[in-house]
């Protein structure tokens, strides 16, 4: 998992929120959050035609709490994201046969 995450966690640069640019904001959560939304989205569908399988998605221990550098917030927001994102779908595809968890690596 680690050189998958190393391969192709996209990130921006990390600034201060009043500093990041738009850009490097939108690099990060597409790099971190949508990312992990897109794959669902064509997982979910395909695994509950075949009658169920699991998802198991990294987050990181900073989806729980903020980030702890200044220049953190896209990354935290992101990983906030995934946990929220894998919780929701968790719920709405209970008795499905699919399993659905939002972890992280600390």
Not at 6 to 14: D, E
Not at 21 to 33: P, Y
């Amino acid at each position: 998992m680690h050189r998958t995450v190393a391969a192709f966690g996209g990130r921006g640069k990390a600034r201060l929120t009043a500093e990041m640019d738009e850009r490097d904001w939108d690099k990060t959560i597409d790099g971190h959050l949508k990312s992990v939304w897109l794959c669902m989205k064509y997982e979910i569908p395909e695994m509950l035609k075949r009658g169920g399988g699991v998802i198991v998605n990294n987050s990181s221990v900073d989806g729980l709490r903020a980030y702890p550098v200044p220049a953190g917030a896209a990354y935290s927001a992101a990983k906030h994201g995934v946990i929220g994102l894998c919780s929701e779908r968790a719920t709405f595809v209970v008795g499905a046969a699919l399993a659905i968890d939002g972890g992280y690596l600390a």
